[in-house]
C-alpha cells in the first residue's frame, strides 16, 4: 500500500505509514460486496427463534387465546343463569309432584268426605254436607219434598247451628281416622246400591266403598262412630250423611225442635 504523503510503499495490512507516520487511507470495498453485507442470506431469513415472538403468538403456538374480560363475565353469568334455572325446574316439578300426591290422596280418596262428614257439622256448612251425596238423591229430595237444593242447605246450616248451641261444645271440632275397612266384594257393593234404592227410590252404581272408624273430639269431648262412604261416579259420598239430610227434611228443618 503507497502512502499518499511521502509515497512510501508501506506493507498492505499497515495502517500507520513506517516512514512518515501518516494514516494510510484504506481501500474501498466495491459496491456489490458492501450491498451483499446489508441484505440478510436466505438461511437467515428462515431461521426464527420462536421463544423471542409477541406473547400472542406465543399463546397462539401453545393454543391458548387470550380471553377478553367481557366475554368471561358474560360466560360466568350464563353458567350462573343456567345453575339457576335447574335449580328452580327441579323445585317447581318437586312442588307440582308433592301437589299431584296431596291431590291424589286427599281429594280423589274417601278422606275428603270424611273431612266435609266432620268439618261440615262443626262450620254448620250445609254446602259442604251436601257436597256428600250425589246428584240423584239430591233430586230425590226436590221431589219428594217439594224443596229446593239452596233450600236444602239453608235447611241443614240452621239444623246444625241448633245442634252446636245444644248438644256442641265450645271449640272447633277435629277428627281421627281409625281402622278403615275396604269393600270391593261385588255382593256387598250391590247390597249398598240395593239400600239407596230401596230407601230413597235412586239408581247408582257404587264402584267403592269403605268403613271408616272415627274418633271425633268435639273441644275435648270425645265419641266413637262408623261411616260408610261410597264412590258413585267420581264422588265419594256418605251414607250417614244422605240419612241426615232426609230426616232434616221431613222435620223441615229446625223448626221442629
Not at 32 to 41: I, L, Y
Not at 144 to 169: A, I, Q
Not at 227 to 248: L, N, P
Request: with cysteine.
Amino acid at each position: 500500500m503507497k502512502c499518499e504523503h511521502c509515497g512510501y510503499e508501506a506493507p498492505e495490512r499497515a495502517v500507520i505509514c513506517p516512514e512518515c507516520g501518516e494514516i494510510l487511507p484504506r481501500p474501498k470495498k466495491p459496491a456489490a460486496e458492501e450491498q451483499a453485507k446489508k441484505e440478510p442470506s436466505p438461511a437467515a431469513e428462515k431461521f426464527s427463534m420462536p421463544f423471542l415472538s409477541a406473547p400472542a403468538d406465543l399463546e397462539k403456538a401453545d393454543g391458548i387465546a387470550a380471553e377478553d374480560p367481557e366475554e368471561l363475565r358474560r360466560a360466568a353469568q350464563e353458567k350462573k343463569f343456567r345453575r339457576t334455572r335447574r335449580i328452580v325446574a327441579a323445585a317447581v316439578a318437586f312442588v307440582l309432584i308433592l301437589l299431584a300426591v296431596v291431590y291424589y290422596v286427599f281429594f280423589w280418596s274417601y278422606k275428603l268426605a270424611v273431612f266435609r262428614y266432620v268439618k261440615g257439622v262443626d262450620y254448620s256448612s250445609g254446602s259442604m254436607y251436601t257436597a256428600l251425596v250425589p246428584d240423584a238423591y239430591m233430586d230425590y229430595l226436590e221431589s219428594t219434598y217439594s224443596t229446593t237444593r239452596r233450600e236444602v242447605k239453608s235447611m241443614m246450616s240452621d239444623y246444625f247451628d241448633y245442634w252446636n248451641e245444644n248438644y256442641g261444645t265450645e271449640g272447633r271440632m277435629s277428627y281421627d281416622i281409625g281402622h278403615v275397612q275396604h269393600i270391593s266384594d261385588a255382593d256387598e257393593l250391590a247390597a249398598l246400591e240395593d239400600e239407596l234404592h230401596t230407601s230413597y227410590h235412586i239408581t247408582v252404581e257404587i264402584s267403592k266403598a269403605v268403613e271408616v272408624s272415627l274418633t271425633i273430639d268435639d273441644g275435648g269431648t270425645k265419641a266413637s262412630e262408623k261411616a260408610t262412604f261410597v264412590k258413585i261416579g267420581s264422588r265419594w259420598c256418605c251414607m250417614k250423611a244422605m240419612e241426615d239430610m232426609d230426616y232434616v227434611c221431613q222435620n223441615d228443618g229446625y223448626n221442629v225442635w
